[in-house]
């Protein structure tokens, strides 16, 4: 069998909310080792941070990232970079820690 190309990360949905497809942008709230640890954290933190995340999806996307194995992405669902941006700021500045991605 031939070798898989080499990328730096291949991320899939494990857990998606529904509507997390059609979201362009996401705020990443955690990144754990395992399935099980993420479930924890996105239901600790859906709790946590309720009314900031409102009826946005939250999902779980697996990454393999070369180098350092699987981890387990718990991000929020936004539409645009501006929506994703103000729930982050919202976020921290409730102490908690997170990023913008696409």
């Known amino acids: ?5 080499a990328q730096a990360e291949v991320a ?7 509507a997390a497809a ?15 640890e993420a479930k924890r954290s996105a239901a600790n933190l859906t709790q946590r ?6 009826a946005r999806p939250v999902s779980i996307q ?12 718990v991000r929020i669902g936004a539409g ?3 929506e994703a941006t103000s729930v982050c700021n919202a976020i921290k500045a409730s102490g908690g820690n997170c990023f913008v991605t696409r």
């Open 62 to 73: 697996r990454a393999v990232i070369e180098g350092r194995g699987t981890f387990y992405r």
């Open 22 to 36: 059609a979201t362009p942008y996401a705020v990443q709230i955690a990144s754990l080792p395992s399935e099980d």
């Open 80 to 82: 645009s970079n501006g």
């Open 12 to 18: 899939a949905p494990v857990a998606p909310a529904p």
């Open 1 to 5: 069998p031939e070798p898989a190309p």
């Open 49 to 54: 941070y309720a009314s900031v995340i409102d």
